[in-house]
């Protein structure tokens, strides 16, 4: 779904997702620079690194308690994938909110009206192209990564 949001007066319709200098140059990841010329650009970089680390941490507690996320994923499907990370977190938020740790209301309602499956999947399909092309995009990248650096 989109996440619109703002950064240095910039609107940007999509997430991204924390990523190190191994990942493409495409609007879906915020990578850090390679070699910092400044106090600006260090002080991103210390920035993003710290929270890609965080991510990390998070995703080792489920690992911690999730075994199945511990295995290699190759051999999954994507939608599987995204089923089990789904379960997990929702399964170990209801840990949480069984032991009074819950940081997010566990009854509030999120999803959509049911809508007929045809319709969602034509939807689904069409929106899967058009995100394809905007992720992978180079420039909103690195408007991005300039805006974010000029933001903190």
């Known amino acids: 779904p989109a996440v619109p949001y703002v950064v240095n ?8 997702y924390l990523a190190d200098g191994i990942y493409p140059e495409w609007a879906s990841f915020g990578k850090s620079f390679t070699v ?11 920035r993003q690194e710290s929270a890609r680390k965080d991510v990390e941490r998070a995703f080792g507690v489920l690992q911690g308690r999730w075994r199945l996320i511990q295995q290699p994923a190759r051999a999954y499907e994507v939608n599987t994938l995204i089923r089990i990370m789904y379960a997990s977190i929702i399964m170990h938020n209801m840990i949480l909110e069984d ?3 819950s940081i997010v209301d566990l009854n509030r309602v999120y999803s ?11 939807d689904r399909c069409e929106t899967q192209r058009r995100k394809a092309k905007e992720l992978r995009d180079r420039d909103t990248h690195i408007s991005l990564q300039q805006n974010l650096m000029n933001h903190i």
Do not use: I
């Open 9 to 16: 007066g910039v609107e940007y319709r999509n997430g991204y």
């Open 36 to 46: 910092a010329t400044d106090l600006k650009h260090t002080y991103f970089k210390q």
């Open 99 to 101: 032991q009074n740790m």
């Open 112 to 122: 959509n009206p049911a809508r007929s499956m045809q319709t969602m999947w034509m």
